[in-house]
T-cell receptor
Framework: NAGVTQTPKFRVLKTGQSMTLLCAQDMNHEYMYWYRQDPGMGLRLIHYSVGEGTTAKGEVPDGYNVSRLKKQNFLLGLESAAPSQTSVYFC???????????FGQGTRLTVV | KQEVTQIPAALSVPEGENLVLNCSFTDSAIYNLQWFRQDPGKGLTSLLLIQSSQREQTSGRLNASLDKSSGRSTLYIAASQPGDSATYLCAVKNNAGNMLTFGGGTRLMVKP
């Protein structure tokens, strides 16, 4: 029972490089989310999706883009990475708006 | 804007002790509240979800209560074990909006 799977688990980028983080869930959930976790700041919502083909901005969306072309996948893109984007990124999903949220294991990203 | 606070930030107890973790929130118009556990370098594991109409939820040695009117939730851990050592996070879902607002967490250490 995989749940929510994030790829990759670790990555080091140089400033200005681009990359895509992949989140896949096998629970047929409608809602998917991308959070970042920083010391002293807690978890903050970057972008979310309420269904296939939809995306919306969260609390800290600047510098990120997302896509939800398939219901089971939610991609987070960094077009031009900055050191301020060094963080641990978590993907989550839930069946409905008020249902229990399930999280992936996280992606630790360092931008140098 | 919803703000979630967890006190204490860190707690160290001897094995076998019963303990209470606190979570407070500023806006009582919540849909539900969820407690998570996070082990170092890992993702978040859902422990308990309390809907706004509920007063408490129980799972094994864990019991979570919710007092929406006073903006408080507590997580009670009975007969603590070294394996309970982790960071415990609470998160609230407001009636409006699609995001979870997280507290800063309580880092628990249970000593053998």
């Amino acid at each position: 029972n995989a749940g929510v799977t994030q790829t990759p688990k670790f990555r080091v980028l140089k400033t200005g490089q681009s990359m895509t983080l992949l989140c896949a869930q096998d629970m047929n959930h409608e809602y998917m989310y991308w959070y970042r976790q920083d010391p002293g700041m807690g978890l903050r919502l970057i972008h979310y999706s309420v269904g296939e083909g939809t995306t919306a901005k969260g609390e800290v969306p600047d510098g990120y883009n997302v896509s939800r072309l398939k219901k089971q996948n939610f991609l987070l893109g960094l077009e031009s990475a900055a050191p301020s984007q060094t963080s641990v990124y978590f993907c989550a999903s839930s069946y409905s708006i008020g249902a229990e949220a399930f999280f992936g294991q996280g992606t630790r990203l360092t931008v140098v | 804007k919803q703000e979630v606070t967890q006190i204490p930030a860190a707690l160290s107890v001897p094995e076998g002790e019963n303990l209470v973790l606190n979570c407070s929130f500023t806006d009582s118009a919540i849909y539900n509240l969820q407690w998570f556990r996070q082990d170092p370098g890992k993702g978040l594991t859902s422990l308990l979800l309390i809907q706004s109409s509920q007063r408490e939820q129980t799972s094994g040695r864990l019991n979570a209560s919710l007092d929406k009117s006073s903006g408080r939730s507590t997580l009670y851990i009975a007969a603590s074990q070294p394996g309970d050592s982790a960071t415990y996070l609470c998160a609230v879902k407001n009636n409006a909006g699609n995001m979870l607002t997280f507290g800063g967490g309580t880092r628990l250490m249970v000593k053998p």
